[in-house]
């Protein structure tokens, strides 16, 4: 059991790493990435790091 577990594990870390098989599998759950999604990350980063300065 504790083999399995690490070895899922694993699966979902190296997934992060830009893997090319790596988009495929999030797109299941986490959708399509638009330009319009990184817009707003963008904009919302920028929003929070304003908000830190001060």
Same mark, same amino acid.
């Given at each position: #059991? &504790?083999? =399995? !577990? &690490? =070895?899922? $594990?694993?699966? +979902?870390?190296?997934?992060? #790493? $830009?893997?090319?098989?790596?988009?495929?599998?999030?797109?299941? +759950? %986490? $959708?399509? &990435?638009?330009? %319009? #999604? !990184?817009?707003?990350? %963008?904009?919302?980063? %920028?929003?929070?790091? /304003?908000? /830190?300065? !001060?």
């Amino acid at each position: #059991m &504790l083999l =399995v !577990i &690490l =070895v899922v $594990g694993l699966y +979902f870390s190296v997934q992060r #790493m $830009g893997w090319p098989w790596a988009d495929r599998v999030n797109t299941g +759950f %986490e $959708g399509e &990435l638009t330009s %319009e #999604m !990184i817009a707003r990350a %963008e904009a919302g980063s %920028e929003a929070y790091v /304003k908000k /830190k300065r !001060i």
